[in-house]
């Protein structure tokens, strides 16, 4: 069973400081790593993908991602309230593409004013 | 614009009464997929599709039928709807294998009530 864990949160942040979201996932065949973000009533969007251990910059976004523990994490500097959503862990399956990416269940973050 | 169109966007139904989730989407994607979304259970794939006449399961493909008989749509059809079936419905689109990207373009998704 592929599995990709997240705290369902809410995780609540005050605004200006840096919101840390994190995942695991069991399969260490993973190759690729992405973060959604989900407005409340609202579709997913892709805002940033990893699939190098270390960190991905993109803009006040960072994601980290380390193989060997098998973790993904999320780090969003100077935190607006426009960034309070739930934000979704996928992982793809080993020897796939985006086709079958396993989705966590989200941790809803608020920020607060 | 870009976009994938999902409809009805809301939807109560009864049990048994077959019904069918429009998609289409106007980016020329190869691969469109069908997902529910639950509270506590997250995004799980129920449908996917490669190509025209390409189709494959996903996680959860009990009691859904798909079919791609042409490139822009991608229907989702309920046989026989149950109240296990009471979800959120997203259908997403995206170009080819893009393995290092993983961008799907989602709907606006469709909330299904069976009763």
């Known amino acids: 069973q592929k599995e990709v864990e997240q705290n369902s949160g809410p995780l609540s942040v005050p605004e200006g400081a840096i919101a840390s979201l994190n995942c695991t996932y069991s399969?260490?065949?993973?190759?690729?790593f992405f973060w959604y973000r989900q407005y409340s009533g609202k579709s997913p969007e892709l805002i940033m993908f990893i699939y190098s251990n270390g960190d991905k910059e993109d803009g006040r976004f960072t994601a980290q991602l380390n193989k060997a523990s098998q973790y993904v994490s999320l780090l969003i500097r100077d935190s607006q309230p426009s960034d309070s959503a739930t934000y979704l862990c996928a992982v793809n399956w080993p020897n796939f593409g985006n086709e079958k990416l396993t989705f966590g269940t989200g941790t809803r973050l608020t920020i607060i004013p | 614009e870009a976009q994938v169109t999902q409809n009805p966007r809301y939807l109560i139904t009864v049990t048994g009464k077959k019904l069918t989730v429009t998609c289409s989407q106007n980016?020329?994607?190869?691969?469109m997929s069908w997902y529910r979304q639950d509270p506590g259970l997250g995004l799980r794939q129920i449908y996917y599709?490669?190509?025209?006449?390409?189709?494959d399961k996903g996680d959860v493909p009990e009691g859904y039928k798909v079919s791609r008989k042409e490139k822009r749509n991608f229907p989702l059809i309920l046989e026989s709807p149950s109240p296990n079936q009471t979800s959120l419905y997203f259908c997403?689109?995206?170009?080819?294998?893009?393995?290092?990207?993983?961008?799907?373009?989602f709907g606006e998704g469709s909330r299904l009530t069976v009763l």
């Open positions: 599709s490669m190509n025209v006449e390409v189709t």
């Open positions: 399969d260490r065949g993973s190759q690729s």
């Open positions: 980016m020329n994607h190869e691969y």
């Open positions: 997403a689109s995206s170009s080819g294998l893009a393995a290092n990207t993983g961008e799907l373009f």
